[in-house]
């Protein structure tokens, strides 16, 4: 089945670690997101990606960083210096980024500090 | 940037009781999306509007793409201990290239 997988499902950071989180999806889909979720509260775009080597800060991009080298997958990174970085964090895609198009979300990774 | 305003900010219910949310805006927007997340998971797509005064429904779900284009209503109908997680709007417009701006989220509880 098509769809968008995120891995892993729990990640634990240290202090003044970098970590990844993946997504990858098999929608054919050209444009592709991160957003941050906080309890409580909705969701935030990080980054986006309208095409393969193309990518745009969203709202809170600060202490993130993103590459999009294949159309399939669009990795996170949460930096050292985000700090404040747990939260659900869900990657989503689209057709492409445009209004009338509809988000199709994976199962979310929620990233905690040590 | 835009913001949503989304009410009530949770829910307790009787099951069988119908449910009532909203989402307003300051701005005006072209296309309206609500979404339900269940604990751990990613939201799932409940219902699309494309035009102002669009009424669709979805089972029990009916939703409306309020006249004046700033404002969305998802109706429950007869509800059921699994309608319970957190319903999202969404809204998009052509000043913001399509990108969607999310309400903070109704939670909705349901007590058999």
């Known amino acids: 089945d098509g769809g968008i997988t995120q891995s892993p499902k729990y990640l634990f950071r240290k202090e003044g670690q970098n970590v990844t989180l993946s997504c990858e999806q098999n929608?054919?889909?050209?444009?592709m997101y991160w957003y941050r979720q906080d309890p409580g509260q909705g969701l935030r775009l990080i980054y986006y990606?309208?095409?393969?080597?193309?990518?745009q800060k969203g709202d809170i991009a600060e202490g993130y960083s993103v590459s999009r080298e294949k159309k399939e997958s669009f990795p996170l990174t949460v930096t050292s210096a985000q700090k404040n970085p747990t939260a659900f964090y869900l990657c989503?895609?689209?057709?492409?980024?445009?209004?009338?198009?509809?988000?199709?979300f994976g199962s979310g990774t929620q990233l905690s500090v040590l | 940037g835009q913001q949503l305003n989304q009410s009530p900010q949770s829910m307790f219910i009787q099951e069988g009781e119908d449910v009532s949310m909203n989402c307003t805006s300051s701005?005006?927007?072209?296309?309206w999306l609500w979404y339900k997340q269940e604990p751990g998971e990613g939201p799932v797509l409940l219902i699309a509007?494309?035009?102002?005064?669009e009424l669709t429904s979805n089972g029990r779900l009916t939703a409306q793409f309020g006249i004046t284009r700033k404002d969305s209503f998802l109706n429950i109908s007869a509800s059921i201990p699994s309608d319970v997680g957190i319903y999202f709007c969404?809204?998009?417009?052509?000043?913001?290239?399509?990108?969607?701006?999310f309400g903070d989220g109704t939670t909705l509880t349901v007590k058999p």
């Open positions: 989503a895609s689209t057709p492409r980024v445009e209004v009338g198009q509809k988000l199709f």
């Open positions: 929608l054919n889909h050209d444009a």
């Open positions: 990606s309208q095409i393969v080597n193309d990518f």
């Open positions: 701005s005006i927007f072209n296309t």
């Open positions: 509007l494309y035009k102002a005064g």
């Open positions: 969404a809204g998009q417009s052509r000043t913001n290239a399509g990108k969607s701006t």
